[in-house]
Structure formats: C-alpha cells, structure tokens
C-alpha cells in the first residue's frame, strides 16, 4: 500500500496514510515517479534517518518509497526476519538531483 501523496510505503492491511490522511493506493504508475530519480537506496534504517536529515537541512524535497518496510535489525538478518525488510529508496527531483549527489557522496564512500 502506497500514499499517492507523499509516496510512502505501508503494509497491507493499512488504509490510510497517517502523515498526510489520505486513502492509500495498492500500487503506483510509472507517471506517478516521472520527475523523480533515485540518488540513494539503503537497507539501514540508521542511515535512512541521516540521509532524510542531510537531504532535509539543503531543503531538498525527497520521497522514500520501502522506508516503513524496513526491518530494525537491518538487511543483515533478512533470511531470518524477512518480514520487515526493504530497501528505502531516495527520490528528488530531477532539478535536485546533482545538489542531491553531491551531498550524499561522502556516505556512498563510507558504506551507505
């Protein structure tokens, strides 16, 4: 389930989406992204929280489609507990996408 609004990912079974309270939709179009691009993808929930608040501090407006469905003890254990487990993809727009690059590159370089 997805907000058509601010592009959020919820488990089944939840209906409306509780940030922007409106009526969640099973899947999006391909239009629905067209003035997007990713810039990042992590499996961390820790490193999800950074990124929002670089991309957030630059006042750079973000989506992150799989950011609720990742797990708390991270990708390492997704055989076990893979319930939970997603990837958070970034998506800015395509006008922030090199601002965007730039100030995630140094946590690309360390890990991310």
């Known amino acids: ?14 209906t409306h989406c ?3 309270d409106v009526e969640l939709v099973q899947e999006f179009s ?11 993808e992590s499996t ?3 490193l999800t929280v950074i990124i929002k608040s670089v991309l957030e501090d630059a006042g750079i407006k973000y989506f992150v489609p799989g ?4 797990s708390i003890l991270g990708a390492k254990f997704s055989f076990a507990f893979g319930a939970d487990i997603g990837n958070a993809q970034f998506l800015v727009s395509k ?6 690059l730039e100030l995630l590159k140094e ?5 991310g």
């Open 1 to 14: 389930m997805f907000c058509p609004k601010c592009k959020a990912e919820y488990k089944e079974g939840i």
């Open 18 to 20: 509780p940030e922007c």
């Open 30 to 40: 391909e239009e629905d992204f067209v003035n997007f691009v990713k810039v990042f």
């Open 44 to 46: 961390e929930p820790n």
């Open 67 to 70: 950011e609720n469905m990742q």
């Open 95 to 100: 006008e922030d996408e090199k601002i965007a």
């Open 107 to 111: 946590i690309d370089k360390n890990g």
